[in-house]
Nanobody, 115 residues
């Protein structure tokens, strides 16, 4: 059974923090690189962070220093720690493989940053 379940979003004031979680099926995690994506209204989905099995991470240039991706392989979970949030970070956040996503998408988790 395919599973991609994101959680942890919410409403936060600018400058605040959130920690997102994604529980994924083992077969998806085993593909290799996992990533967090986001999609804001009227905009295309974009990859914001990725992490390899060896815990090497990469980030969109505009997010470096504010977001941290990590994994707990024992729990099949990928995390995204988001600090110093800005209103432009408002979006629905999803996890999937990266840089090429599978056809499977979860429901996402909504992050809203108030100014």
């Amino acid at each position: 059974q395919v599973q991609l379940v994101e959680s942890g979003g919410g409403l936060v004031q600018a400058g605040g923090s959130l920690r997102l979680s994604c529980v994924a099926s083992r077969f998806i995690i085993n593909i290799g690189i996992m990533g967090w994506y986001r999609q804001a209204p009227g905009r295309e989905r974009e990859l914001v962070a990725s992490i390899t099995r060896g815990s090497s991470s990469d980030y969109a240039d505009s997010l470096k220093g504010r977001f941290t991706i990590s994994t707990d392989n024992a729990k099949n979970t990928v995390y995204l720690q988001m600090d110093s949030l800005k209103p432009e970070d408002t979006a629905t956040y999803y996890c999937n493989t990266a840089p090429r996503a599978t056809q499977y998408w979860g429901q996402g988790t909504q992050v809203t940053v108030a100014s």
